[in-house]
């Protein structure tokens, strides 16, 4: 089967996307349905990620030297953010290349200087597309951060054109506090993964919106998720998903400045409640929720633009109690204030 191509475009910065296997390209088509350009894109410019169909790791055409530099090893819970993936995987350098191996499941091979990424998935028809989907999106964050643009763990929304970034890790109320603001007129930025970039005189975040991924314990805190039917609440494994313009009156946000960064934590309380955080501390609680960058001078730009964006926001601890529909109440006016 010959390649096919598709064309998005992300901030100023083409991709395209190559395979040659229909079941590839479904995963992509629908995390970047919001970028979708059918137009030419310029060649030279371009990010450009293939992904292939091999059988087994054999048919990789890919030889590791004896020069190659392991740099780090262990499950997908250090490679990217979603722990739940649970995978086996060794990340290499040589020869410039960036090589992330996932046993049993294929190869990442990145090449930065080149702005191309390959990707060869052993027999994807077996994989779920969710897996599919997060192979390639960290293969596309790895050449976006080269770009300028970077990425974080985190929900963002936009109320009058100021963002509200909630950066944690599962189980911490993220997606809850995400969705109380949402459902209250808050427009969409991301539920996972915001991109920012630094503007010269401030950090921007800017709209990354996917579908939205909530456990069953979410869906029973909000009656619209309760009585949605699978037409609008999808099942899913290991969570079920819904997007945004299915079930609330709001459209995805503008780009804009971040205003709060909160930090959510359950606790066993009638009332949710913040605690403002240092400037240090909140820089301390943001780093872990930035994807792991193995490019020297990458990482020194991201470490400087997460500073940057810590430095022009307010940061709270929002110790997220069992008022959840109420969390507007005790956002909102922070930012009314700050205007």
């Known amino acids: 089967m010959s390649m096919a191509e598709y064309r998005y475009w992300l901030y100023g910065t083409a991709v395209r996307y190559e395979t040659d296997v229909r079941i590839l390209a479904q995963p992509v088509s629908e995390l970047l349905r919001h970028f979708r350009r059918d137009d030419a894109l310029e060649g030279d410019a371009a990010l450009t990620l293939r992904f292939h169909q091999v059988k087994d790791r054999a048919e990789v055409p890919l030889t590791i030297s004896a020069s190659a530099r392991q740099l780090a090893s262990g499950t997908g819970a250090a490679v990217e953010d979603r722990r739940a993936t649970g995978l086996p995987y060794e990340v290499t350098l040589d020869q410039g290349l960036l090589i992330a191996e996932f046993h049993g499941i294929g190869v990442l091979v990145i090449d930065g200087s080149q702005s191309r990424a390959d990707g060869y998935l052993i ?140 930090f959510p934590h359950v606790v066993d309380s009638p009332e949710s409640y913040l605690e403002l955080l240092p400037k240090s501390r909140a820089l301390e609680a943001l780093l872990p929720q930035a994807l792991l960058v193995y490019d020297p001078e990458v990482a020194r730009r991201e470490f400087q633009v997460l500073a940057k964006l810590v430095q022009q926001v307010d940061c709270y601890r929002l110790h997220f109690g069992r008022d959840i529909l109420n969390l507007p109440k005790l956002i909102t006016p922070l930012l009314e204030k700050g205007r």
């Open 123 to 262: 027999n994807p028809d077996r994989l779920p597309s969710n897996l599919i989907e997060y192979l390639f999106h960290l293969a596309l964050i790895q050449l976006l951060r080269r770009r300028g643009l970077y990425t974080i763990h985190a929900t963002a929304l936009e109320h009058n054109g100021r963002a509200v970034l909630i950066p944690g890790n599962s189980g911490r109320g993220k997606t809850t506090s995400f969705i109380s603001l949402l459902r209250s007129g808050y427009r969409y930025l991301s539920d996972d993964h915001p991109l920012l970039q630094d503007s010269g005189t401030h950090v921007e975040v800017l709209p990354f919106p996917i579908k939205i991924n909530v456990t069953d314990a979410t869906v029973q805190f909000f009656p619209e998720l309760k009585s949605a039917s699978e037409q609008v609440l999808h099942p899913g494994v290991p969570k079920r998903f819904f997007y945004a313009e299915d079930l609330y009156p709001t459209a995805v946000g503008e780009r804009c400045q971040p205003a709060l960064v909160l």
